[in-house]
């Protein structure tokens, strides 16, 4: 994108809308949703706004000033079979993807000197994942990045972002995936219980090529990790899959938009949560928009939660907008409850045990997601990770 495209995406006059008395009418469609790289354009989120009325905003009053960060708030570092470049505002491709939809990301996109980018060459398939390592120095710190993934044509790769540490962590992740091309992103947070982390990854996916990006959320007290991807190209396919396990006071929260843009298209949303302990919150919104022109589009999206505890509770909400009549299918389906009664039932008759039923139920339920994953290190870290948080209900 060049630097005279870089201005902000606005309507003269107007900024990104309240809900309160005498604001403009809320906007509820996602694809109508107010973007600019300019943070003076937005204004700071109140709660009742439609974007983030389900967050606890008190707790991201730190990532709505336009301030610069501090030093050593976040360290970002790369492993892997491939080397990342610095990428200044106006150099492309930063930019050709991303609009910032909201304050934090329109912030974190003006105080990213330099993105992070990392770019898999043409027809390379990687058979080893790359891996980005951001590690926060401290819960009192504020840091912002941007990253941009470009998956170039024909190539095959697997990007793993890993967040530890704490901070107060504004994060934009650009994904471009080029013609023939085929993506892996998985983001993983495991912050500490203080960290505070608001992530935009917003991704392109164009003709015949495939993006499956994973949200793995289990540390922080607040993490919200907001995924758009637009189906662009004839045969694009988006995979979309998420993970959570909320804790006593944690929220974790998903919202995904997936656009249908061009022919023959097909989406594959699923996210699973599990909840327990008291103040434990978890939410997903899900926006699946169908496209005119997106003819022959098969899409389904889903959201599953599990409700280990008392005090805990998972909001969920999908939506679905269809702007033509010539699909293959699409759906969206939601459902939280508790334990299966019959289930636990089935297998104390067999003689196991009440808690290593309810522990086989929880492992049952999120396997589904972490097999997803396909780096086999990683998954049996998460699986370790989810026999840490099993055994904390048990210890309740």
């Known amino acids: ?57 008190a707790r ?3 990532l709505f000033a336009d301030a610069a960060g501090d030093t050593g708030a976040v360290s970002l570092s790369i492993a892997g079979p491939l080397a990342a470049a610095g990428l200044p505002v106006g150099a492309s491709p930063r930019g050709e993807v991303f609009q910032p939809d909201d304050l934090p990301a329109a912030v974190a996109w003006t105080r990213s000197a330099e993105a992070l980018y990392v770019k898999i060459p043409a027809e390379a398939e990687l058979d080893e994942p790359v891996i980005v390592e951001a590690l926060g120095g401290g819960a ?25 540490g ?18 892996e992103l998985i983001t993983v ?20 090529a495939t993006l499956r990006h994973i949200v793995v959320s289990f540390g922080g007290g607040v993490v919200r990790v907001n995924p758009s991807i637009e189906l662009a190209g004839t045969g694009s396919r988006a995979e979309l899959y998420g993970l959570s396990y909320s804790d006593s006071g944690q929220h974790l929260e998903s919202q995904v938009y997936l656009h249908h843009k061009g022919a023959e298209t097909t989406g594959d949303v699923l996210y699973k949560g599990a909840l327990q302990g008291s103040g434990a919150r978890s939410v997903w ?35 679905l907008e269809i702007e033509t ?29 009440e808690d290593e039923a309810r522990r086989l139920v929880v492992l049952g339920f999120l396997a589904e997601i972490v097999q997803k994953i396909g780096v086999e290190d990683l998954e049996a870290e998460l699986f370790a990770v989810i026999e840490e948080e099993l055994a904390k209900e048990v210890s309740r």
């Open 166 to 183: 704490s901070a107060q962590f504004a994060q934009n992740v650009e994904i471009i995936v080029r013609e023939g091309a085929q993506l």
């Open 1 to 57: 994108m060049s630097s005279a495209t870089q201005a902000p995406a606005t309507v003269p006059g107007a900024k990104g809308h309240t809900d309160g008395a005498g604001a403009f009418v809320p906007v509820q469609t996602r694809s109508e949703r107010f973007r600019s790289y300019d943070p003076a354009a937005f204004e700071a989120p109140t709660g009742r706004e439609v974007n983030w009325k389900h967050t606890p905003v």
């Open 325 to 353: 009549g010539d699909i293959r299918g699409a759906g969206h389906a939601s459902a939280t409850g508790r334990f299966d009664d019959e289930q636990l039932f089935y297998l104390q008759a067999r003689g196991i045990r």
């Open 140 to 164: 009192d710190l504020v840091a912002h990045a941007h990253v941009v993934v470009e998956a170039s044509r024909h190539s095959r790769a697997t990007v793993v972002l890993r967040h530890t």
């Open 60 to 62: 991201l009053q730190r």
């Open 189 to 208: 947070q495991r912050w500490d219980d203080d960290a505070v982390h608001a992530a935009s990854h917003q991704g392109r996916v164009e003709r015949d």
């Open 285 to 319: 919104i899900g926006d699946v928009l169908i496209g005119p022109d997106a003819v022959g589009t098969d899409s389904y999206e889903a959201n599953r939660n599990l409700v280990l505890t008392d005090g805990a509770r998972a909001e969920s909400i999908p939506n």
